[in-house]
């Protein structure tokens, strides 16, 4: 009787370490894979504030993403932080992306003022699952800085101050 309890329990937990292995093995191939993906701007549908679908691809302009949460301490920070050096971002498209409802989206754009105060500047809905199969989300704040030609050029995860991205996008040739 012992020996069938060690042998059941030595196939129990041989089986449970190849299962985590396996589990843990395909987790880091996914992030590999949304990690080569990023490094071209994925082309996304997403939702503007007035409820308008648009997709995101390359554009003459270099491209700075901002994954955010409205409720999210420092993305506010971030907000306004952004409305000081508004002048700074004319020759860059700037994307505030969120999974938030589009009734939040809009009432960040009430209180914050983005899309009035940066033309450049468009807050937009992306689906949960774009955000997180497209783009890898995982932390709000994140920031994205892509070329013209849609090359990842950079990547910011946490707050970050508006002086480290301007010096990126002055300092490289994406600007």
Not at 44 to 56: E, H, K
Not at 77 to 103: D, H, I, M, Y
Not at 127 to 156: C, H, W
Request: with cysteine; hydrophobic share 40%; charged share 20%.
């Amino acid at each position: 009787m012992k020996k069938v309890f060690f042998s059941v329990l030595t196939v129990g937990v041989i089986g449970m370490a190849t299962l985590l292995f396996v589990k843990t093995y395909q987790g880091m191939a996914a992030k590999k894979q949304t990690e080569q993906q990023l490094q071209h701007l994925p082309s996304v549908a997403l939702v503007g504030l007035d409820s308008t679908s648009f997709a995101l691809h390359p554009n003459t302009k270099p491209i700075v993403i901002f994954y955010f949460d409205p409720h999210c301490e420092h993305c506010q920070n971030e907000a306004n932080a952004l409305k000081k050096q508004a002048n700074a971002f004319e020759n860059v498209t700037l994307l505030w992306l969120s999974t938030e409802r589009l009734w939040v989206l809009r009432e960040f754009e009430q209180k914050y003022g983005l899309q009035k105060t940066i033309p450049s500047l468009k807050i937009a809905h992306i689906s949960p699952q774009d955000a997180d199969k497209q783009f890898g989300f995982r932390t709000v704040p994140t920031i994205l800085m892509y070329d013209t030609e849609g090359n990842l050029t950079k990547k910011y995860v946490g707050e970050t101050k508006i002086e480290a991205i301007l010096k990126h996008l002055h300092g490289c040739t994406i600007y």
